[in-house]
């Protein structure tokens, strides 16, 4: 990988905005199973491809695509087929 | 719970420039007056949106730079001269112009006063704002939680809040800032003049116990070897809180 795709690699942290619009909620602190490998990570910690055609969202332990997100014409496609769990902390 | 934790529907607000900043040659701290803002953790982001008038919209995630117990919400922006929405912040961006955002966004990569253990803050250029937020939180909090902030610029001259921080540091004993340059460095220079390097971590990691608090802030490259030469020190990966920014074209 070279610098330059290295460096297209974000982490959930910067889609904070983009899942609390969906979930209306603030999710960098949810934790979430992979459905890949079992690994347990805050979405904080999550890695995160913005550049595609849409956000893509991986395990950072073993880089199964854990969510999908596509946003267009007053619309969200969610695919979460890689995520086991998603655990979330009720707002107070 | 916490001000500033409960985000309700994350709606966009009208808030108005109410100061800039320059702070190098390329950034700027934008101070923004915001209707009913509903206070922020240090930490937390902004995410900022632009509309042409022919309804395009561009948006970018910013840092926020200022204290929690500020009245205002400052950004600090570095412009990146093929992006879309920094050259409009910092240079056409004026005093009382409206500007369009929503937040606060983010309670992963957060720090609150009182610290309750050591806290170890790296940045790598503009990774440094919202750890700034973080010493800022500190000294408005009065609290003395020791902190160590390493901090990697190009130049002396790309140093950003370089004499906030002397201030700051002058004052309290329990702030150590360490600096390096990357690309050039003055005459005389007492800091390190290289990359991020295994001494450079040595030096400036707090002993294992008890558990310090890390948190690293920078391009995607320079947070990942932070965080590695972290590990390989001996720190436990749960320890380290990282936010990476990448080329996403500001």
Not at chain 2, 98 to 124: C, H, M, S
Not at chain 2, 197 to 207: F, G, H, L, T, Y
């Amino acid at each position: 990988m070279t610098v330059e795709q290295a460096d297209m690699k974000l982490d959930g942290n910067a889609i904070g905005g983009l899942l609390a619009e969906i979930f209306n909620m603030e999710m960098t602190t949810a934790e979430g199973t992979c459905g890949g490998c079992g690994a347990v990570n805050a979405v904080g910690r999550v890695d995160v491809y913005v550049n595609a055609p849409g956000t893509v969202v991986r395990c950072p332990a073993c880089g199964n695509v854990l969510m999908r997100i596509v946003h267009g014409r007053g619309r969200y496609w969610i695919d979460m087929s890689g995520i086991r769990t998603l655990e979330l902390v009720e707002p107070a | 719970m916490a001000r500033g934790t409960v985000l309700g529907r994350l709606g966009w607000r009208i808030g108005e420039v109410a100061g800039i900043t320059a702070e190098t040659p390329k950034v700027s701290s934008i101070a923004i007056d915001v209707p009913d803002w509903p206070g922020h953790l240090a930490g937390q982001h902004v995410d900022v949106r632009l509309s042409a008038e022919d309804g395009y919209q561009a948006q970018r995630s910013y840092s926020i730079a200022s204290a929690p117990e500020d009245r205002r919400v400052t950004i600090t922006v570095e412009r990146l001269d093929d992006g879309e929405v920094s050259p409009y912040l910092v240079g056409e961006l004026r005093d009382m112009d409206k500007i369009e955002l929503r937040g606060p966004i983010g309670g992963f990569f957060v720090w609150r006063a009182p610290g309750d253990r050591p806290l170890l803050l790296i940045a790598g250029g503009s990774g440094v704002v919202p750890l700034m937020a973080m010493i800022r939180h500190r000294a408005a909090a009065h609290d003395r939680t020791p902190v160590r902030l390493l901090y990697s610029s190009r130049s002396f001259e790309d140093v950003i809040y370089r004499e906030e921080l002397e201030r700051l540091a002058a004052a309290d004993p329990s702030l150590d800032v360490r600096h390096t340059l990357t690309r050039s460095h003055p005459d005389g220079w007492r800091g390190y003049a290289r990359r991020l390097d295994r001494q450079m971590i040595d030096d400036a990691a707090w002993p294992a116990q008890p558990a310090p608090a890390v948190f690293i802030c920078g391009p995607t490259s320079f947070v990942e070897a932070a965080a590695s030469l972290l590990v390989d020190h001996g720190y436990d990966p749960g320890w380290i809180k990282t936010e990476r920014f990448g080329a996403t074209g500001g």
